[in-house]
C-alpha cells in the first residue's frame, strides 16, 4: 500500500512540473475613466478676438481642436489646442463662446454624431 502512495506522489511530483499554461484568448485592457465633470464659465464681456495660436498642417488620423479663450474669473486665458484622435462616425465641434441674456457662455470642443 505504501508503494501505491509512493509512486502516485512521484507521479504528480513530476508531473506538476510539466503544466503550460496557454492562453485560450485574449482579454482587452478596458481603461474605465470617469464621467467628465461640465462646469457652465459664464464671462460677463465677449471674449478677445485676437488669434491665440495658427492652426497646424493636417495630420491623418487627428483633428485639431481649437485653442480659445478661458475666463478664469477675472480674466481670459489663452488655452492653446492639442490634437484629437479622429472618431469614425462623429464630428468634432470647436470651443466656442455664445452670447446669452446673463453674458457669454463657453461651450467646450465635444464629439457629436
Do not use: K, T
Not at 496557454?22 to 475613466?33: C, D, G, P
Not at 495660436?53 to 487627428?62: N, T
Amino acid at each position: 500500500m505504501f508503494l501505491r502512495y509512493a509512486a502516485l506522489a512521484a507521479v504528480v511530483v513530476a508531473a506538476s512540473g510539466c503544466v503550460q499554461e496557454r492562453v485560450v484568448h485574449e482579454r482587452r485592457v478596458v481603461v474605465e475613466r470617469p464621467a467628465p465633470q461640465y462646469v457652465e464659465v459664464v464671462a460677463p464681456q465677449p471674449p478677445p478676438q485676437e488669434v491665440i495660436e495658427v492652426e497646424p498642417a493636417y495630420r491623418p488620423g487627428f483633428v485639431w481642436a481649437r485653442g480659445y479663450w478661458h475666463w478664469d474669473g477675472r480674466r481670459y486665458v489663452a488655452m492653446h489646442g492639442h490634437w484629437e484622435p479622429v472618431r469614425p462616425g462623429y464630428r468634432y465641434e470647436h470651443p466656442h463662446w455664445e452670447r446669452h441674456n446673463d453674458g457669454w457662455h463657453l461651450r467646450a470642443g465635444a464629439w457629436i454624431n
